[in-house]
């Protein structure tokens, strides 16, 4: 699970890297010069199924984890820890429902266009064309809506997330453990904040 996740969380370090060339005010072609060279490179292709085979293994076991822990404290405790911590875990398994949900209109959006799965829309010169495609979808307030509200519980889930990991593979230790969390937080702000940029650019700039 927390492999899987620090995956993950690399993962949206490069895919943000790669989308803030959207905003180059180049028309795109920054951005679709690092499209072409990340969709023609044979080892990022075998990436593609390792980040699914992540998405994968971190959202079943996701699951599983939540049922056992349920099973094994069906009866809630009556006087609950308000620290900061418990209340970030607590919705742990509710921000990942909502980042599962933004992420299949994503790819609905994107991915699933590149593999012909979803028709061309009318706007864009091919499956690739993925600025054309972003220009149109977040100038429309409701989509840009949809993604910023989910970076803002993707930056929650990852807030905890990036600290769990290193508690769980046993890399915390009381002279570290402040140090995680402070990076964990700028690491949330920065996902989610960077990701926010695109859609208002589109949105007011462009
Ligand atoms: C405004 C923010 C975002 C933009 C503009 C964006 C853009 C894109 C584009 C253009 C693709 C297609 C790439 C291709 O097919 O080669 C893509 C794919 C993908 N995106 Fe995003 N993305 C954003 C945020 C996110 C976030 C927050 C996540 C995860 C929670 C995410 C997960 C994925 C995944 C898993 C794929 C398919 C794998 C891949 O092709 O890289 N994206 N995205």
Known sequence: ??????????????HLA??????????????????RF?????AV???EY???????????????????NYRSRPVRYHK??????????????????????????????????????VALPDHAESRHDFFSMAVVLFQNPWYSLIYIVSFVFLG??????FQSAFQSLGLNHTRYTPAIKVIGTIYALAISIG????????????
């Open 195 to 206: 990701f926010s940029l695109i859609p208002l650019y589109f949105l007011f700039i462009y």
């Open 156 to 161: 929650f889930h990852l807030k905890h997330a």
């Open 38 to 42: 990340l969709t023609e490179n044979p």
């Open 80 to 117: 609950r820890l308000q620290t900061e911590t418990s209340q970030f875990s607590r919705y742990m398994i509710h921000t990942g429902v909502i980042i599962l949900v933004f992420l299949v209109i994503h790819l609905l959006n994107f991915f699933f266009i590149r593999l012909g799965w």
């Open 1 to 14: 699970m927390a492999v899987a996740g620090l995956f993950l969380m690399l993962f949206l370090v490069f």
């Open 50 to 68: 390792i980040l699914f085979a992540g998405f994968l293994v971190h959202i079943a076991l996701g699951v599983i984890l939540q049922v056992h």
């Open 18 to 35: 790669t989308n803030l060339l959207m905003l180059a005010g180049d028309g795109g072609k920054a951005f679709a010069n690092a499209v």
């Open 45 to 47: 292709k075998a990436m």
